[in-house]
Nanobody, 121 residues
Framework: VQLQASGGGLVQAGGSLRLSCAAS????????VGWFRQALGKEREFVVA????????FYADSVKGRFTISRDNTKNTVYLQMNSLKPEDTAVYYC???????????????WGQGTLVTVSS
C-alpha cells in the first residue's frame, strides 16, 4: 500500500485544517492507519491511529479533544480533522499503515511524503 498525505497549509492559531491520506492498493481496508508528525529539529512522534474498520482510535494526549481521525474504506482514504490548532502543532505530518499495534508503536518501515502544517500565533 502506498500512501499520500495532503491538506497541509498555513493557518492561524485556533483555526482548523483537514488532512487526507489517500492510499493505493486493494488491501487498504485490512490495515490500521496512523498519523505522525515531525517538527523541525525534533523526532517524529505519534499523533493518532485508527483500526482497519474504524472501530478503534488512539490519540496522543497532546491532541485529544482537538483532533479527530476517520476513514472511508470505499475511498481508500483516512482523514485527520484538526481543530483548535496551536503553534506547537506546526510540523510535517505523515500517514503510515500496518498492523494496529505496530502503527501505535510507531514501528513503521516505510514513510511516504508528508504534508506541512504551519500554525501561526
Amino acid at each position: 500500500v502506498q500512501l499520500q498525505a495532503s491538506g497541509g497549509g498555513l493557518v492561524q492559531a485556533g483555526g482548523s485544517l483537514r488532512l487526507s491520506c489517500a492510499a493505493s492498493g486493494r488491501t487498504f481496508s485490512t490495515y490500521a492507519v496512523g498519523w505522525f508528525r515531525q517538527a523541525l529539529g525534533k523526532e517524529r512522534e505519534f499523533v493518532v491511529a485508527i483500526s482497519k474498520n474504524g472501530g478503534s482510535t488512539f490519540y496522543a494526549d497532546s491532541v485529544k479533544g482537538r483532533f479527530t481521525i476517520s476513514r472511508d474504506n470505499t475511498k481508500n482514504t483516512v482523514y485527520l480533522q484538526m481543530n483548535s490548532l496551536k503553534p506547537e502543532d506546526t510540523a510535517v505530518y505523515y500517514c503510515a499503515t500496518g498492523p494496529l499495534s505496530t502503527v501505535v508503536a510507531g514501528d513503521i518501515d516505510y514513510w511516504g511524503q508528508g504534508t506541512l502544517v504551519t500554525v501561526s500565533s
